[in-house]
């Protein structure tokens, strides 16, 4: 199985993308080859979808690369340093990168990775997307939904 996972924050404005796009992929039925899952903000829920069965994952989120608001790109966990310092894991954790490298030491390989990051305009304590990220919200649903049909 092929999984979209949307990961981020409702109330938290541009942060929301992900799982906004993992929902409407979901209601619009664009999910037939592969499955469209809102991970919402508990990412030791991701490690689930690590497994033996697993064709393919990829990880949509909001996420400040340098690039111009709005702008996206596709990368995998390997080309990623995250800057979060954290005291090992919570079981409330917040850092893509640890519950990866956490579900990497239960499994002896992970499948394939990838993360589909949109760079935020505005990051606020509130519901909905910012007009530069919901302007260009077609395009995102189509490079994702392209990206796990190829």
């Known amino acids: 199985m092929r999984y979209l996972i ?3 924050n409702y109330y ?3 942060d929301s993308v992900g799982l906004r796009i ?4 979901g ?21 689930h979808y690590l497994d033996a069965e697993s064709e393919a ?7 400040r690369m340098g690039l111009a608001p709005s702008e996206f790109a596709f990368f995998t966990p390997e080309q990623v340093a995250t800057r979060k310092q954290l005291a090992g894991l919570s079981t409330h954790e ?11 030491s239960l499994r002896d390989t992970l499948p394939p990775i990838t993360i589909l990051g949109i760079e935020p305009a505005e990051l606020a304590d509130e519901p909905g997307l910012s007009p530069q990220l919901e302007a260009r919200f077609a395009e995102y ?9 190829r």
């Open 94 to 104: 917040g850092d893509l990168m640890k519950v990866l490298e956490f579900a990497a």
């Open 27 to 47: 209601e619009a039925g664009l999910d037939r080859d592969f499955r469209a899952v809102d991970l919402g903000g508990n990412l030791l829920d991701l490690v």
């Open 141 to 149: 649903v189509a490079a994702a939904v392209g990206f796990l049909t």
């Open 22 to 25: 993992a929902e409407h992929i």
């Open 57 to 63: 994952v990829l990880i949509v989120d909001s996420a």
């Open 12 to 14: 938290g404005r541009d």
């Open 6 to 8: 949307g990961i981020g």
